[in-house]
């Protein structure tokens, strides 16, 4: 049940993200189904999150770059902090553990949808940039903290890495709300 | 304040009674007396501590973990932040503000009649909490 799901819900969700600023069009999102993200191993898992920590810090970066608004700066700079302590305490855990993360296809399409993301942002300026972004990094935490909840947590062997997991799906999930009350502000 | 001066009255008065009284004279040093005072004085243990509370306020997952914390004028509010990524504990009215926490840092504020009720993490705006001015005594 959950193996084609979730790749289902991550590409529908990388594609709807594009598709909430409708007068822009959507951008097309291929369905990958070769391998489950519940059958990736600790080290494969490991390297999802970082990748994906530096995918929101790029987003990141872009707003800061091209936004005016000090709500979507705020908004960005928490994402780089954050997502920035979380990866060093990611790579101490596998330093400690004397091991790397290993690349995956998972962090392969993550890092190619997020291709497509940045081209569109960097194309975007004044309000509509402010609303894709946005409604970006709501569709991409809610992607991305399920994968965590329902793919990672659970098969996850190691139980520091798990810790980690669980500590960081908590802060996710606040960044989720906080880009929800972000889009509901940019809405008015 | 009261209790402050009974005691030191109490005190002043028993140390010139043992100062005087030529039995007492070297027997015991003030000090000790002093302890025995207080620990013999069941309404007055802790007479000079001060009467003011200290509370925590521990910022874990994502959240002020008191939502709502009274408190009076004089207490002490520390904030410990237990998370792993910063936050801050910062009063809507900006009167206060606990700057940048990192993991197990924390900010404590003395409570005054013009102290910020409301106040939220500048971090996660969705963070949220308030203190409650308790002015009976």
Known sequence: MKSYIIPLLLSVSFGASACATSDEGAVAQTVVMASSPAELNDLEIAHVAYTADNIDIRYANIALDRSSNPDIHAFAQTMIRDHTTVNKLALALLDKLGASAQDNFLSQKLNADAEKIVAKLESLSGNKFDRYYATNELNYHMAVNDLVENSFIPNIENEEVKELFEAGLGIFKGHQEHAKMMTMKLDK | ?137
């Open chain 2, 1 to 137: 304040m009261r209790h402050k001066i009974y005691f030191l009255s109490l005190l002043a008065g028993m140390v010139g009674i043992a100062a005087g009284n030529p039995d007492c004279a070297g027997a015991q040093s003030p000090h000790k007396e002093i302890a025995e005072i207080r620990d013999a004085s069941p309404t007055h243990v802790g007479a000079i501590v001060d009467e003011h509370n200290s509370f925590i306020i521990e910022i874990y997952k994502m959240k002020f973990q008191s939502k709502i914390m009274s408190v009076r004028i004089g207490d002490k509010v520390t904030w410990i932040n237990r998370d792993i990524v910063p936050h801050t504990a910062t009063a809507i009215d900006k009167s206060w503000d606990s700057g940048q926490l990192k993991a197990g840092e924390k900010y404590t504020l003395t409570i005054t009649s013009q102290t910020g009720l409301d106040y939220f993490c500048l971090y996660h705006r969705q963070m949220k909490a308030k203190l409650v001015l308790d002015k009976s005594h």
